[in-house]
């Protein structure tokens, strides 16, 4: 994503930029930072627990509970699969989680 970022800007015909992340975005803005450090010129990191530390806490009873946060880093991304099957009124079947997942929406139609 960091490399994708780089390319949109400079694609806008910015050489260098400022970066800020919220989240788990600013992961994407670390990385950004980190990968092309010739690109940003300032970097703002928002609302984020370091990743070591957050996995380096992580056990079972975590795992259990945010279940979803997995999806991230998995290439196969089973969280699409999950979204049209919400959809379909099968929410409930995969956690009470899922009730309150929007997808992303491709029309007035879809929710």
Not at 19 to 30: S, T
Not at 68 to 93: D, I, M, N, V, Y
Request: proline share 5%; aromatic share 10%; charged share 20%.
């Amino acid at each position: 994503m960091a490399r994708d970022c780089v390319a949109l800007m400079r694609t806008l015909g910015y050489e260098c930029f400022a970066v800020a992340g919220h989240d788990r975005g600013a992961y994407v803005a670390i990385r950004t930072a980190l990968d092309h450090p010739q690109a940003v010129t300032a970097l703002v990191v928002m609302d984020a627990v370091p990743i070591g530390e957050a996995l380096g806490r992580c056990n079972a009873k975590f795992a259990t509970g945010w279940w979803h946060w997995f999806f991230l880093g998995q290439t196969s991304k089973p969280a699409e699969h999950e979204c049209p099957a919400a959809r379909r009124g099968t929410r409930h079947a995969i956690h009470p989680w899922v009730s309150h997942l929007r997808c992303a929406r491709t029309g007035p139609h879809v929710w």
